[in-house]
């Protein structure tokens, strides 16, 4: 047993659970750092403040908190400008009057160096993990591809070089490299290797890799214009005559499953400019740093994203996400507005004091959110203005080199309005692809662990059923709920039938009605029911239910820690008086033609009331 903490369920309680950013930012540029606070009380809280720290516990940055349920996460965005070159840490912090537990009101450090003045730098990547990429050198010979998108890279440049995090155990001086950069319009990779004929060569040399953790950088011989579109690195670790250690690694990390392409062979080589075979797609690419330099002594525009799409989101529910303008140029960008017109779902937060004066690399960010209460598809305009007519305009993802101070990004989303308005209705949990739930159900989680609500290919009918588990925290909220129920369909005239089993024998699986379906604080528990390790069919009503919810909902009962419960087959009726239901037939499967058989039909009452005048039929099916 080790890091025992015990700590008070309180209306009052935000914890700063993680931060991230560009751990190479520059003097005298400002760089965005995102913080996530996690509602772990059970009040919603919208009067708090985010603060950014260094080392020495200085104050970096401060932002007002958005408003975050009960249970909920949200992303709130700070500006922080480094006035000193060099290593440092920082971290994020939340301020919350009556919070009952500060020990969780910090996050842990992030590491960043600081690059000098005029210089431009994005790391993309976490390096939770170890991988031969983008050189691998437990084999002779490598190829590899992968893309960098415009939302992680978030600006434009000369890219003079590149850093690459090695964790070797052997020490690897002047080993051989190849490199190419290019853009494309591409995806992913999933159509195979991008030629290099349509790439540029940067790097031909050789590069030490030496042991331990280091920063690997490769000055770039041909330094490259990254102007828009999806990056593309191509990396070629030429034949060699032995191979090294399977832990000589760098730090990489997994994101998707399509965008990048691995090859390796110790007795093929492998021709980087006619790959003869396709390798391994994968999403697992190395943690990388890009070094920029402008691409302009002029002022450039530039916004990130240039559009984005919400999505499909259900109605009452919300989503964000962060927005920059900034100058990838040089000189200074005057940002003198930032509006929003179209619908009034789409609103704008956290938007500086302006005008804002922006030189090489600073921006201006916030936050859009999307909250739609009408379904159906929705559009707005966001409309930044700088002071400059003759500014060049770059939006990430595509270049416009017409003159104007006006620019604009589409935003658009989708709302479902998820009510069930008549019944009986169904869920059979099949129409996704694990573990995405279906659109119209949500989830509500509340846990210091990894818990879980999720679709799940353990199934009663193929080829998923829905399921929780509580990880490692026993006193975890997880909770699945239904779409809500029509106003004009009262809970208490329902019922809903089931198929769940547990992991094992015994573990209790809790069902019941919620008023709001963020807030764990208004679930009203119906029944509680011991599950078995096989699929069995349950029912339970709610026509002793008196309150005002419309939610139905499942939640996991605990008693324990690592317990997995499913739920399939799902299915809302209403309950009558007159139902009668046959659920099974039994008797002698082999009857004597002349010889009388006896058969049992098992009748269910599934009404409300007692039933006495009604008759049984035998009926051939042929």
Not at 65 to 70: E, K
Not at 118 to 141: Q, R
Not at 580 to 609: C, D, E, F, K, R
């Amino acid at each position: 047993v080790d890091d025992v903490q015990m700590e008070l369920i309180s209306p009052n309680d935000l914890a700063a659970t993680a931060i991230s950013g560009n751990v190479t930012p520059s003097v005298g540029t400002p760089a965005t750092y995102t913080v996530s606070i996690f509602n772990n009380g059970t009040a919603t809280q919208t009067a708090y403040s985010v603060k950014l720290y260094n080392a020495a516990n200085t104050e970096l940055a401060t932002a007002a908190g958005t408003s975050v349920a009960a249970g909920a996460t949200v992303q709130i965005p700070l500006s922080w400008t480094p006035a000193v070159e060099g290593a440092t840490s920082i971290y994020g912090k939340v301020i919350l009057a009556g919070d009952v537990n500060p020990a969780n009101d910090a996050t842990n450090p992030m590491s960043v160096t600081v690059q000098p003045t005029g210089v431009m730098s994005v790391t993309i990547g976490e390096g939770n993990l170890a991988e031969g990429v983008p050189f691998e050198f437990f084999y002779k010979n490598s190829l590899f591809q992968t893309l960098y998108y415009p939302t992680e890279i978030g600006m434009y440049g000369n890219i003079t070089s590149l850093t690459f995090y090695n964790n070797f155990v052997t020490n690897l001086p002047n080993k051989p490299v190849k490199i190419w950069l290019g853009s494309t319009t591409l995806a992913d990779l999933s159509a195979g290797w991008i030629p290099a004929a349509q790439l540029t060569q940067v790097y031909n040399g050789n590069v030490n890799f030496p042991s331990g953790q280091n920063s690997i950088v490769i000055p770039l011989q041909v330094p490259f214009s990254y102007t828009g579109g999806n990056l593309v690195l191509y990396a070629n670790r030429p034949m060699d005559t032995v191979y090294f250690s399977s832990s000589d690694n760098f730090q990489a990390q997994t994101v998707g499953t399509t965008r990048a392409r691995k090859l390796i062979s110790d007795s093929t080589e492998y021709d980087p400019l006619n790959p003869s075979a396709a390798g391994t797609l994968s999403g697992t690419f190395p943690k990388t740093t890009l070094t920029m330099t402008p691409l302009s002594p002029d002022p450039l525009f530039a916004v990130n994203p240039a559009s984005y799409d919400f999505g499909q989101v259900l109605m009452g529910m919300n989503a964000s996400t962060p927005m920059q303008a900034l100058n990838v140029g040089g000189g200074t960008l005057t940002i003198n507005s930032v509006t929003i017109s179209g619908s009034p779902f789409f609103t704008l937060e956290g938007v500086p004091t302006l005008p804002a004066n922006l030189t090489t690399g600073q921006t201006v960010a916030f936050v859009v959110r999307y909250s739609p209460t009408a379904a159906g598809n929705h559009t707005a305009t966001i409309t930044i203005t700088d002071n400059l007519g003759g500014t060049r305009t770059f939006n990430l993802g595509s270049r416009d080199g017409s003159n104007r101070t006006a620019h604009t990004v589409p935003l658009t989303g989708s709302c479902i309005d998820p009510t069930i308005t008549s019944l009986p209705y169904a869920q059979a949990f099949d129409t996704v692809t694990a573990p995405a739930l279906p659109l119209t159900w949500s989830k509500l989680i509340q846990s210091t662990a990894t818990a879980l609500v999720q679709t799940y290919t353990t199934n009663h009918t193929a080829p998923n059923s829905a399921g929780m588990t509580n990880s490692t925290d026993a006193s975890a909220i997880a909770i699945l709920i239904a779409p809500p129920l029509a106003t004009n369909i009262p809970v208490n005239t329902t019922r809903i039938k089931f198929w769940s089993r547990s992991g094992s024998a015994g573990y209790p699986i809790s069902i019941g009605v919620m008023t709001n379906p963020q807030d764990a604080a208004t679930y009203t528990e119906i029944q509680n029911i011991p599950l078995t390790a096989a699929f069995t069919e349950y029912i339970v009503s709610f026509t002793g239910y008196t309150g005002t919810g419309r939610y139905i909902a499942f939640k996991h009962g605990l008693g324990g820690t690592s317990r997995l419960l499913y739920v399939d087959d799902f299915q809302v009726e209403l309950v009558a008086p007159n139902d009668l239901g046959a659920n099974s037939i039994s008797g002698n499967s082999t009857p004597t033609v002349g010889i009388p058989s006896n058969y049992t039909v098992m009748v269910q009452n599934w009404g409300t009331a007692a039933q006495s005048t009604y008759s049984v039929k035998l009926i051939s099916g042929t």
